[in-house]
């Protein structure tokens, strides 16, 4: 079993900065590839960044390319995703998932199939 914990959501102002973490336990996540997905109201869940399990191969939503930043720090079991210059239609519930069912998989899932294991979601609300 793997627990995943999200925190640092907040509210913030358009042009701002938050950075969420994703910190995990029940398993070592250092060899699983990890994503960030969001869900706004009356809205499908979508990616926002995932990455392989060695952080090599990573992938961005169009929406958040160059201003989102995916990133892990092994030592921690912790998973970031760095948000800069915020806008208002970035508010939703961010949710970090683990790939766990493949070890040291290359390629980088994207897809919500290919997550075995979600945290309960934190909110983030951009005002303009």
């Known amino acids: 079993q793997v627990q995943l914990a999200e925190s640092g959501g907040g509210s913030v102002q358009a042009g701002g900065s938050l950075r969420l973490s994703c910190a995990a336990s029940g398993r070592i996540v250092s060899t699983y590839g990890m994503g960030w997905f969001r869900q706004a109201p009356g809205k499908e869940r979508e990616v926002v960044a995932a990455?392989?399990?060695?952080?090599?191969?990573?992938h961005y939503a169009d929406s958040v390319k160059g201003r989102f930043t995916i990133s892990r720090d092994n030592a921690k079991n912790t998973v970031y995703l760095q948000m800069n210059s915020l806008k208002p239609e970035d508010t939703a519930v961010y949710y970090c998932a683990g790939d766990v069912s493949y070890s040291r998989r290359w390629t980088v899932p994207r897809f919500e199939y290919e997550f075995d294991y979600w945290g309960q979601g934190t909110q983030v609300t951009v005002s303009s």
């Open positions: 990455m392989n399990w060695s952080g090599g191969s990573v």
